[in-house]
Every structure is written in C-alpha cells, then in structure tokens.
C-alpha cells in the first residue's frame, strides 16, 4: 500500500471509531434515562438490578432495524414470533427474586438472551433454557461476543427445568404458562424464589411470586397483571 493511501485508510479507520464511540455513547445517555423514569420511578429499589440495567447494552439484544427502539420501555420482536420483554418488566422480575452475588439462577425462555444477561451482572451463575434451536443458538453466541462467561444455556422443554445443576436459589420464567411448572417448583431451593407469568396464551397473564420456605412451605402472590408469549412444549 503507497504511503498516501495508508494515510487515507488511517484517517477512514479514526473517523469510523469516533463514529462507534459516539453512538456507544449516545445509547448509554438513552439506557440512563430509561432507567431513571421507567425504572427508578417506577419503584424499583434494589441497586443491584439499577446498577445491571445501566450496564446491559440492550441494543446489542434487538434486531439492527430496532436498535433506535431499543430504549424504549417496551416489548419488541426478536423473531420466530417471540419477544424481548418490556426494561420494566425485566427489572421487577429481577427485584422480586432477591438475588445476589452467592446465587445460582434458572431461567426459563431465553429469548434474546437479554433478561440472562441482566442476572449474570448480580448473580454468580445463571442456566438458561430455550425450546426454539435457532433463537437459542444465536443467543448464546451473542452472550458469548459480549462476554458473559457465567451463563450456560441449552435447547429443550424448559416445562422440566435442569436437574443436573438443581436446586437453584431463584428460578424466572419467561412465557406465559397455564400453571406453575411442578418440577420447577421441586428444583428450587427451600428459601427460593421463583417469578412466572401464569394465565392463559394472548390474554392478560398475572405475574406471581412464588417462595418456598425452609421449612419447604410454598407461598404464592400475585403481583400485577401483564402480558407474555406463551409457554410452549414442542421443541423447534
Ligand atoms: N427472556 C427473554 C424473553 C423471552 S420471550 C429475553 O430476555 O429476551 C419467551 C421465550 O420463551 C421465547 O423465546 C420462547 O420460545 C421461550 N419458551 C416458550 N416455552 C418454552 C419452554 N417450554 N421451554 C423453554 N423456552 C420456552
């Protein structure tokens, strides 16, 4: 390469790395505000969910034509017709497992691989399962780009959790099931907490709380109504 060209492929390489950090920047001015009024404002408390919503890049987690949307606090398509749920609703589900450092979560519903990786910011190891191949793969080769070396993902029915790694100190569901999984509830640790939107498939779903005591008591609330995709059973 002559000297001159060097020169131009040089300046061409500067500008496009002050373009990168200049959009890198301007997505974590967009996540700090959502944070401030869709998260903190809305009553979520637990800086250790706070801390992980403004770390997680959401806009690596949505399709490239979404990525001006990635702010938004809203659910948007990730293909095969399923959903990255809404910032909110990650951060509430987050709060309500109580998770820190020491624990050990199941997550059920990969997706995107968003809500895993907002686990893996606070937790010190997450398992993750999901039923459709293509979206699974792709999700964890992107948790793979962006680092995250704490979570271990596989394809199947999530409907029978993950009994080589039980019990797990929380367990989060992430589809809309009919009733609350019975080997889930058996693969959580007495004193664990399990989130699930139960309801039926394109209606309102009600989120519920579920904690067995260390007695193995179970207790179940309901928290506020919301909205996933369905639980499925078939394998894709
Ligand atoms: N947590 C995801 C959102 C997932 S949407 C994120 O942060 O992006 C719900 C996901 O659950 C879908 O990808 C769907 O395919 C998956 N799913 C539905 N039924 C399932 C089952 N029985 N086992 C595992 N995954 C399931």
Not at 64 to 92: E, F, H, M, R
Not at 104 to 124: F, R, W
Not at 155 to 162: E, N, P, S
């Amino acid at each position: 390469m002559g000297k001159k060209k060097y020169r131009i492929f040089v300046l061409v390489l500067f500008c496009l790395l002050i373009l990168f950090q200049a959009a890198g920047a301007d997505y974590r001015k967009e996540r700090k505000r959502l944070v401030e009024i869709h998260i903190i404002r809305e009553g979520i408390e637990d800086p250790l969910v706070i801390e992980s919503m403004l770390t997680v890049p959401r806009e690596e987690f949505v399709p490239d034509s979404l990525k001006k949307k990635a702010y938004l606090n809203q659910a948007l398509p990730v293909g095969y017709g399923q959903t990255i749920s809404q910032p909110y609703i990650v951060a509430l589900m987050t709060e309500l497992l109580g998770v820190d450092g020491d624990d050990t979560v199941l997550e059920i519903g990969t997706g995107s691989g968003y809500q895993a990786a907002v686990l893996a910011q606070i937790v010190k190891e997450v398992y993750t399962i999901e039923i459709i191949k293509p979206l699974g793969i792709k999700a964890e080769k992107r948790l793979k780009r962006l680092g995250y070396s704490n979570i271990s993902s596989k394809i199947g029915d999530g409907y029978f959790g993950w009994e080589a790694y039980a019990p797990f100190d929380a367990i989060i569901v992430t589809a809309a099931a009919d009733h609350i999984p019975p080997p889930l509830i058996k693969q959580l640790k007495k004193g664990g907490k399990m989130c699930i939107p139960v309801g039926q498939p394109y209606f309102t779903q009600v989120l519920k709380l579920l904690e067995k005591d260390e007695q193995g008591k179970i207790r179940i609330y309901d928290i506020i109504p919301v909205i996933f995709v369905p639980f499925t059973r078939k394998i894709q």
